[in-house]
Each structure stands twice: as structure tokens, then as C-alpha cells.
């Protein structure tokens, strides 16, 4: 059974937050849709026995939960690969995702936040000290490891590239060295292609605008925008055409200087309808350098 937009946010959410007392209200304000929209999604949905209605109650059925099933997302893409010299001395025994923030590692906080919704078919690509991303498998021997030779001479769309074998059927691709402060970032279920970003008045790192819905204008530095983040769903048939477009332009001039995102959002963007989907600044902490990781950690003061 397919899902309408409205019908899918509510399952999920229902999902989610378990039976309770959901106004229609409270409804439209958490899933940002409109009241009329919501109360005729629910009519539906109860008719078709996705959802029970308990005198004031609403909660998903086994029904609604079959429903969702195909959107549940089975299978997560990270990449890790580079030297991260910004963030040394911390890097220089271990690369930067392994660097552990008031004792945890920076890419536990995104593995833990996959595993807690059921994703297990991890792949993770490393590079730099790549023995010491051997040391995951200790805490999640389901993770598999690929090492990428060529990250000192290329982009991380090399290692993209590496991942393609399991980068299908949808799919999260995610950068190692982002510290996740709510795991609830990371979706059971995704309906369609987009990418996580918080809204900023101004900014120097890169961004992009919202057109529409859909990602717009990609580039480093900008205002009345959204900053980057490297958290982003991919449906099956976009992520075929990403695989497609990061051979063609790897093999193309300066193709191994690309990151892995220019395909989608810089040189192929017509092909592609990336969603918007926004998170708190507080979300995620991205640690940029050493000073920002001794604010952080007052143990790297020392």
C-alpha cells in the first residue's frame, strides 16, 4: 500500500511517539501540515484500519505499520576517511571520528543513533589510521569496514566510490565526524530524498537555500540559508543516479578533487529534487578544531 505525504508523517510520528492523546492541533504544529489536511488523512486512515481511534486516544495499527514498512530505512553509508589536521594534536594517533568527546567517541554518537532504529547494514569507510577504525568492530561487530587507500591524494568522493556496492534500495549517507546531540535526527522511516540543515541568518562554511523545498544554490558562505550538514536520505532511484554521476565525474578533469555531494547538488542538480529537512543548530555539534573540541572537553585543555 503507497502513502500519501500527510498519511506517511502521521504513521511515522505515531510510530514514533506510541498511543496518546493527539489533537488535530498538536498534530498540524509537530508535522507542520494543515489541520484540514491532517483531519482528512485520519478519516482515511482510520476507515482503512491503519490507525485506531480510542475515544480520545489515537495510535498506529499492526495495519499502519505494514504500511510503513516499505519506507523503513535498512541501510546506512559513513564516510571517514581524511586526516582531519585541524584537529590536531587529538588526530595524531587516530582519526578524527575516533576521537572521543567527554569519553565518546565522535562516531559512536551517529552509530548508536542508526542502531536505535534498527539499522545494522552499516558500511563505514575509513582511511587515515584506518587500524584504529578496526577498534568499532569491538561495540558493533555488524559494521562493515572499507579502507581507502587514496584519501590523501583524493576527495571523499573516493570514497563514495567505495561504497557503491552498498549504497541502494535507500539509503543514509552520512559523514563520520559530526557529534550527534539528538539522536532522533536519524528516522526509522524516510518517504523521500533530502538532507538535514539548520537554518542561519549567516554563515561562512558551506550552505544552501530552500526553493520550493528542495535544495537550492549550494555553495560555501552565504545568508538567509541553511547550513550544510553531511546527514542525507537517498531513495533507491537517486541513489542509482548519484552512483552513475560520481563515476562519470570522478573520471572527468579534476573529477578526484570533487566531494561526494557535488554530483547532486553543484553540477548534476537537475536531475536531483533534494528535500530540506530541518534540525536545531544544537542537533549537531560539528567540532571543527582543536580550540572548539577543548570547549568542548575541558580534558583536552590539560
Not at 510510530?15 to 488535530?24: D, L, P
Not at 529537512?277 to 568542548?296: F, G, H, S, T, V
Amino acid at each position: 500500500m503507497s502513502l500519501n505525504r500527510c498519511e506517511f508523517e502521521i504513521l511515522a510520528f505515531l510510530e514514533h511517539n506510541g498511543e496518546g492523546e493527539y489533537s488535530i492541533r498538536n498534530l498540524s504544529d509537530k508535522l507542520c501540515i494543515s489541520g484540514t489536511a491532517i483531519t482528512n488523512s485520519i478519516n482515511e486512515m482510520s476507515s482503512k484500519g491503519l490507525i485506531a481511534l480510542n475515544e480520545n486516544t489515537m495510535t498506529i495499527t499492526k495495519k499502519g505499520l505494514d504500511a510503513l514498512e516499505p519506507y523503513k530505512v535498512k541501510r546506512a553509508i559513513v564516510v571517514g576517511a581524511g586526516f582531519g589536521s585541524r584537529m590536531m594534536p587529538a588526530t595524531e594517533d587516530r582519526p578524527k571520528p575516533m576521537v572521543k568527546v567527554n569519553g565518546v567517541r565522535i562516531i559512536d554518537t551517529l552509530l548508536d543513533a542508526l542502531v536505535a532504529v534498527g539499522i545494522e547494514d552499516i558500511t563505514v569507510v575509513g582511511g587515515y589510521k584506518f587500524e584504529i577504525m578496526e577498534e568499532l568492530l569491538d561495540k558493533y561487530p555488524f559494521v562493515r569496514l572499507i579502507n581507502n587507500t587514496r584519501y590523501e591524494v583524493e576527495n571523499n568522493i573516493s570514497s563514495a566510490l567505495l561504497s557503491m556496492d552498498h549504497f541502494y534500495g535507500g539509503c543514509y549517507f552520512c559523514e563520520a565526524d559530526l557529534y550527534i546531540t539528538n539522536p532522533d535526527i536519524i528516522r526509522k522511516y524516510q518517504y523521500s530524498t533530502n538532507i538535514l540543515g539548520s537554518w542561519s541568518l549567516e554563515t561562512d562554511d558551506w550552505c544552501y537555500k530552500c526553493v520550493d523545498g528542495y535544495l537550492d544554490d549550494y555553495k560555501k558562505g552565504g545568508t538567509y540559508c541553511y547550513n550544510y550538514y553531511g546527514i542525507s536520505y537517498w531513495t533507491d532511484e537517486d541513489s542509482s543516479k548519484l552512483k552513475q554521476d560520481w563515476v562519470e565525474l570522478h573520471n572527468g578533469a579534476d573529477g578526484k578533487d570533487l566531494f561526494w555531494e557535488f554530483p547532486a547538488f553543484v553540477y548534476r542538480k537537475e536531475k536531483y529534487k533534494v528535500e530540506v529537512r530541518p534540525c536545531d543548530k544544537q542537533d549537531i555539534m560539528e567540532i571543527d578544531n582543536y580550540y572548539e573540541l577543548q570547549q568542548l572537553d575541558p580534558t583536552y585543555r590539560e
